[in-house]
Structures are given as structure tokens and as C-alpha cells.
């Protein structure tokens, strides 16, 4: 069995306890948790569900990596109370995901050049990548405090210090993400994140038709 059905099968999985446990709260009337599921499922499925409007092909590793933030997160941070339980959750759970959200920064900001590495210097696309995963994390914020104060959550923990920990983590993993664009561009194709990289170009080429670089497999 390959890597990537062992990968759709652990996202259908989550799916469908998060389903599961949206309909064995409602059944029990425990309405926060209900709501917590549902939230969680449908932020989980929402980047396939665009990736599918645009035409974009998003890769199976990406979706894994998506839905499992979300889903410790949320579901799994609140509904379980992860945050408290293991004092590292959150600080892991930022790290990873400003990984991912600098990767996609550079992803994006690469396709808006059309994957011309000569439009602009690989210094500037990583700059611009880091600056799209920072204003990811600041929305993440904004969105942590909203959910306290609505619905009586406490993502935020302690307060004014656990939201600057969170900014610091996430600067630290946006600059790791956009790092790694800023070497792929250089010509350094070996590693985990170039193969990130490298995995979403060949599957969205004509967004990245005008690179000079081609990839070779």
C-alpha cells in the first residue's frame, strides 16, 4: 500500500470522527462540543473545497497537513483540552503550522509570477512569502480571541503572553517556510520541504509556466 492511500485514509478517518462526534453531541445535547466538531470538519474540508474552485491541485501531504492542524487545534486543543494537559501542544502546533502557512506563502507568491524565478530575486519572494504566513498568524489570533469571547473558550490561555509566544513561534516557523522557498529557488532540490515544493509545482504546472528552472523528476 503506498504512502499517499495510507495518507487519504487517515484524513478520511479524521473526517469521520469529527462527523461522528458532531452527531453523538447533538444526539447527548452537548451543544459546545457539537459545534466545536462541526467547526473543525468543515475548516478542515474548506482547502479542498477552494483548491477545487480555483483549479488548483492541492497534493494529498498538504490536505494531511491542514487537516491535522485543524484538527488538534481545535477539536483535539479545546474539545479534549490538549492546551492544558501538554504544555508544548500549542507551542508545536504554531511552529508547524507557520511551516506550512511560509511554504504556501512562497507557493502563492511564486505562482503570482508565474513561476518566473527572474521576475523577481529569490530574496524578495521569501520576504514576501514570510509576510503572508505572519498575517496568516496574526488572523489566527484574531480568530483565537473571537472564539474566547463568543464562545467562552480560553484558546488564548494567558492572555497578552501566550498571543506574543505564539507571534514569536510563528515568525521563527514562517522564516524556516520561506527559507526553504529561497533555497529551492538557489537550486538546493534536496530535503523534505523542497520535495513539498517541487510535489505541488509538478502538480499545478501551468500556474508556474514561465519558469526557466524546470523541474526535473
Not at 459545534?35 to 473545497?49: H, K, R
Not at 498575517?135 to 503572553?161: A, C, H, R
Request: aromatic letters at 16%; charged letters at 15%.
Amino acid at each position: 500500500m503506498s504512502v499517499l492511500t495510507h495518507q487519504s485514509r487517515i484524513v478520511l478517518v479524521i473526517w469521520g470522527l469529527l462527523a461522528a462526534s458532531a452527531l453523538l453531541s447533538l444526539a447527548f445535547g452537548r451543544w459546545s462540543l457539537s459545534f466545536v466538531s462541526l467547526a473543525t470538519l468543515a475548516l478542515s474540508m474548506a482547502p479542498a473545497a477552494l483548491a477545487s474552485r480555483f483549479s488548483i491541485t492541492l497534493p494529498l501531504p498538504f490536505v494531511l497537513a491542514i487537516t491535522g492542524f485543524i484538527f488538534g487545534s481545535i477539536f483535539m486543543g479545546e474539545a479534549f483540552d490538549f492546551y492544558e494537559r501538554l504544555w508544548w501542544w500549542d507551542i508545536a502546533l504554531h511552529g508547524f503550522s507557520a511551516i506550512g502557512f511560509g511554504l504556501i506563502g512562497f507557493l502563492f507568491v511564486f505562482m503570482l509570477f508565474e513561476g518566473d524565478r527572474f521576475a523577481a530575486p529569490p530574496s524578495a519572494l521569501a520576504f514576501l512569502a514570510f509576510c503572508l504566513a505572519m498575517t496568516v498568524g496574526g488572523l489566527w489570533e484574531i480568530f483565537e480571541y473571537s472564539m474566547d469571547q463568543t464562545l467562552g473558550l480560553n484558546m488564548q490561555k494567558s492572555g497578552l503572553d501566550d498571543t506574543m509566544g505564539d507571534m514569536i513561534v510563528d515568525a521563527f516557523g514562517a522564516a524556516t517556510g520561506a527559507l526553504s522557498g529561497y533555497l529551492y529557488l538557489i537550486g538546493w532540490k534536496s530535503g523534505l520541504f523542497a520535495g513539498m515544493i517541487k510535489q505541488f509545482i509538478e502538480a499545478n504546472r501551468r500556474f508556474y509556466q514561465r519558469s526557466r528552472d524546470r523541474i526535473r523528476k
